[in-house]
């Protein structure tokens, strides 16, 4: 997507039948207008031409718009006065992308066995790694007498 000084987008690629936040800094915003409406249409003849009114904040006007087509979206802004920043009569034009579709996934049925006897297995995994961690932690101060020795050094403290 080529960028554009004064307008961003809250995402990096502008994708069909998503919506998208666009954020506008320029012209109007610079000059101090109150309000700031965003026109917009797809195509090279603009079709489903649509104007929202967008919010001012601080960072400048933002408004959320559906992308409906998968052809150029076309924006141009004007304010409450009816002054246009339309980009010098050649208006803002971005490309929109079709959505891509996951050919590599597999969608399959699942029977409620399967799920159980995944979480049994993963259960009883969970439950041998435990062992084994505790023998290895564990045996070596047994059998060293190293564990004995820490439990009345921690006795003597006490007394």
Same mark, same amino acid.
Request: net charge negative.
């Given at each position: ?15 069909? !039948?998503? $919506?998208?936040? =666009?954020?506008?800094?320029?012209? %109007?915003?610079?000059?101090?207008? +109150? &309000? ?54 050649? !208006?803002? $034009?971005?490309? =929109?992308?079709?959505?891509?579709? %996951?050919?590599?996934?597999?969608? +399959? &049925? ?50």
């Amino acid at each position: 997507m080529e960028l554009v000084k004064d307008i961003f987008f809250n995402t990096d690629k502008l994708i069909e !039948n998503t $919506t998208v936040k =666009i954020s506008y800094t320029g012209k %109007l915003f610079q000059e101090g207008s +109150e &309000e700031v409406y965003v026109h917009y249409g797809y195509g090279p003849n603009w079709n489903n031409v649509t104007e929202k009114q967008m919010e001012k904040t601080e960072l400048g006007f933002q408004a959320e718009i559906e992308l409906s087509s998968d052809e150029t979206l076309n924006l141009c802004f004007r304010n409450s006065n009816n002054e246009w920043d339309n980009n010098d009569s050649k !208006n803002y $034009t971005f490309e =929109i992308e079709k959505p891509e579709e %996951l050919s590599l996934v597999v969608k +399959e &049925e699942s029977s409620i066995q399967s799920p159980r006897r995944l979480r049994k297995t993963y259960l009883w995994s969970k439950k041998i790694r435990l062992a084994v961690y505790k023998i290895i932690t564990y045996l070596p101060k047994i059998i060293s007498g190293n564990y004995k020795r820490k439990i009345n050094s921690e006795n003597d403290t006490n007394s």
